[in-house]
């Protein structure tokens, strides 16, 4: 049982580099989101998609780009990678909005 | 949207004492309330949760209690152990503005002291 699975684990990029994060759950979930965490910041929301074929925008969406290719997989894409996008990135997922969200491994990115 | 407030953020206490935590929220249809534990280097987990229709719930050493009035919920953990040192978090769920998102609070560092 594998849950949710995130590559990859480490990344560093140069600013103005691109690059996707993938993330793939085998629960069956309709919901997944995409987090960053920053140091005393929390976890604060990037998107999320309630659903296959929809994604919103959440708290922090501002250089990012994401896509539900299926019900499985949510990817985050960076199209032009700034140092303030230096951060852990954790997917989740869950089955609904009283649900437990279970969480990838994390992906830890750092920009130069 | 949601706006999840905890406190404090960084908790000492000593080995078999009792640790609270306390979060506020400010969206009166969040009605699913999670806490997580995140060791360090390692990806969040779910210790407990509590639903709207809940004033309190127990899990061995761990108890949350839900004051919707006062939208107010916290984190009790008794007889700490060495094991319980790690960043808790609280978070909130509802369909504020039509979202589907969980909104967490900045996190707690407890620190169990021998």
């Known amino acids: 049982n594998a849950g949710v699975t995130q590559t990859p684990k480490f990344q560093v990029l140069k600013t103005g580099q691109s690059m996707t994060l993938q993330c793939a759950q085998d629960m069956n979930h309709n919901s997944m989101y995409w987090y960053r965490q920053d140091p005393g910041m929390g976890l604060r929301l990037i998107y999320y998609s309630a659903s296959e074929g929809t994604t919103d925008k959440g708290e922090v969406p501002n250089g990012y780009n994401v896509s539900r290719l299926n019900k499985r997989e949510f990817s985050l894409r960076l199209e032009s990678a700034a140092p303030s996008q230096t951060s852990v990135y954790f997917c989740?997922?869950?089955?609904?909005?009283?649900?437990?969200?279970?969480f990838g491994q994390g992906t830890r990115l750092t920009v130069v | 949207g949601e706006n999840v407030e905890q406190h404090p953020s960084t908790l000492s206490v000593q080995e078999g004492d009792s640790a609270v935590i306390k979060c506020t929220y400010s969206d009166s249809a969040s009605n699913y309330f999670p806490w997580y534990k995140q060791e360090l280097g390692k990806r969040p987990q779910l210790i407990i949760d509590?639903?709207?229709?809940?004033g309190e719930k127990k899990d061995q050493r761990i108890a949350v209690t839900l004051n919707k009035t006062a939208k107010h919920f916290s984190l009790h953990i008794t007889e700490t152990q060495p094991e319980d040192s790690a960043v808790y978090f609280c978070?909130?769920?509802?369909?504020?503005?039509?979202?589907?998102?969980?909104?967490f609070g900045k996190g707690t560092h407890l620190i169990i002291q021998p």
């Open positions: 989740a997922s869950r089955a609904g909005l009283r649900a437990e969200a279970f």
């Open positions: 509590i639903r709207s229709n809940v």
């Open positions: 978070a909130a769920s509802s369909l504020a503005g039509g979202a589907d998102g969980l909104t």
